[in-house]
């Protein structure tokens, strides 16, 4: 598995397929490469050296675990006035997408999602509850995208609120509700809208057991523990959980391609980094199809003598 097959297959046509049965074999068979957790950061590459997964454990986060103890007072204060808003492509009985958002519509304006401002209160108290968390992300991540561009070109002072990240590197993020004794155990998914150069952040939060993190296409299974920081490619990753038993909650930091793109047109600035994806992507093609060339040439004469 490379991270340019990734790439190829899944993020120009987005073609979500339901997982092939002999995956789900190989899994029920405890044939997966299990992943377990650790004291120590574990990053996940793959054979072209692509990064396509790393996990921070919580302990290097925030000794005390502080950056999630909020989240975990807000749920417990909330959860059961949320709305059970279930997301049946994920399979999670309640989730609140605080964020900015164009839906689907790609010359839109950016805004606020719906579920940001209809929950008013409760979504600016879960912002504020979650900052640290995002610090202390950031910290971990310090060349993601949006911040390293944002700096770079001195745009902090002059973004609107609409273009300004709610979650630190992030402009928004998911948050997965445990409701009515249902820990959050999402079904195999990819994030269609997600940034296509960057990663998200998940970090599961609450007293839980099991609940580990399976990439399919990857043949791996993660275990997550509470406050672990896990950074991957959710958009181009088929990924869902396993059994979890107590209260798992869970939340993704994500930055929605769109909002980037439209970001991008409104300030004048130009992320390069899939223009020089793609200008490495046709200088192999035209070495592999020179070398292809010089092999037939040698082949041919060869066959002369």
């Known amino acids: 598995m490379t991270l340019n097959y990734l790439r190829s297959t899944f993020e120009r046509t987005q073609n979500f397929k339901t997982t092939p049965q002999w995956i789900i074999q190989k899994y029920n068979a405890g044939h997966f490469r299990r992943i377990k957790a650790r004291d120590v950061p574990t990053a996940i590459k793959l054979k072209d050296g692509g990064i396509v997964g790393y996990r921070v454990p919580a302990h290097l986060v925030m000794s005390d675990l502080s950056h999630v103890t909020p989240l975990e007072e807000w749920a417990s204060r909330y959860q059961h006035k949320l709305p059970r808003a279930k997301d049946t492509s994920r399979g999670v009985h309640c989730v609140r997408r605080y964020a900015s958002w164009i839906k689907y519509r790609r010359n839109s304006e950016v805004g606020f999602s719906s579920e940001y401002t209809k929950d008013g209160e409760i979504s600016a108290n879960f912002i504020e509850a979650s900052q640290l968390l995002w610090k202390r992300a950031g910290h971990c991540f310090p060349k993601h995208h949006h ?159």
């Open 147 to 305: 911040l390293r561009i944002i700096k770079e070109l001195n745009l902090g002072s002059t973004l609107d609120d609409n273009h300004r990240p709610l979650c630190g590197p992030w402009m928004g993020c998911a948050v997965n509700v445990a409701v009515d004794n249902k820990p959050v155990e999402t079904t195999p998914h990819r994030d269609l809208m997600g940034f296509a150069e960057g990663m998200s952040c998940l970090c599961p939060f609450g007293e839980f057991r099991g609940g580990g993190l399976v990439l399919w296409e990857l043949k791996a299974v993660v275990e997550l523990r509470r406050g672990d920081l896990f950074f991957f490619m959710d958009h181009l990753i088929n990924h869902s959980n396993e059994k979890a038993y107590g209260q798992r909650h869970s939340v993704v930091a994500f930055t929605e391609h769109m909002v980037w793109k439209a970001t991008e047109r409104k300030y004048g600035f130009k992320d390069l980094r899939a223009e020089r994806r793609k200008a490495r992507r046709d200088r192999r093609k035209a070495t592999a199809k020179k070398s292809t060339g010089a092999l037939r040439k040698a082949a041919k004469a060869d066959s002369r003598l």
